[in-house]
């Protein structure tokens, strides 16, 4: 019985310095790569990928968001605000009300392409 340390063992090892060399020139730095990852958990919540692809179809208000996913206007307000500190939405004032869109394309661009993944 091997211990899980043996099982990961190289019984040959055989550095490829280039490629090695190639992929660490090309790596993004380490806050880079925590801020893409604090992205991605941003997409981890089912409410706020909803709240997105209710703005592909229109600019909304808080109001019109909640009636359309049957959740309170709290919560709603709630992840439109985790939503706009990620810079995925946009808001402006159309008198008293706020008005969200998407931030930019990007955001779409996202979510398509996770559709499609998930889709194949």
Same mark, same amino acid.
């Given at each position: 019985?091997? #211990? *899980? +340390?043996?099982?990961?063992?190289?019984?040959?090892?055989? !550095?490829?310095? @280039?490629?090695?060399?190639? !992929? +660490?020139?090309?790596?993004?730095?380490?806050?880079?790569?925590? @801020?893409?990852?604090?992205?991605? +958990?941003?997409? =981890?919540?089912?409410?706020?990928? /909803?709240?997105?692809?209710?703005?592909?179809?229109?600019?909304?208000? !808080?109001? @019109?968001?909640? #009636?359309?996913?049957?959740? #309170?206007?709290?919560?709603?307000?709630? $992840?439109?605000?985790?939503?706009? &500190?990620? +810079?995925?939405?946009?808001? &402006? /004032? @159309? =008198?008293?009300?706020? %008005?969200?869109?998407?931030?930019?394309?990007?955001? /779409? /661009? %996202? %979510? *398509? $392409?996770?559709?499609?993944? !998930?889709?194949?």
């Amino acid at each position: 019985m091997s #211990t *899980d +340390k043996e099982a990961y063992q190289c019984d040959y090892i055989c !550095v490829h310095e @280039d490629v090695v060399a190639h !992929v +660490k020139a090309n790596m993004p730095g380490e806050d880079a790569l925590f @801020d893409l990852s604090e992205l991605f +958990k941003i997409f =981890g919540d089912s409410t706020r990928i /909803r709240i997105l692809y209710c703005l592909f179809a229109n600019e909304m208000c !808080v109001c @019109d968001i909640a #009636t359309l996913l049957n959740m #309170t206007q709290s919560a709603i307000s709630h $992840q439109l605000a985790v939503l706009k &500190r990620s +810079k995925l939405v946009a808001s &402006r /004032r @159309d =008198g008293k009300t706020v %008005i969200y869109a998407l931030a930019d394309d990007h955001v /779409r /661009r %996202i %979510i *398509d $392409q996770g559709m499609e993944h !998930v889709s194949e």
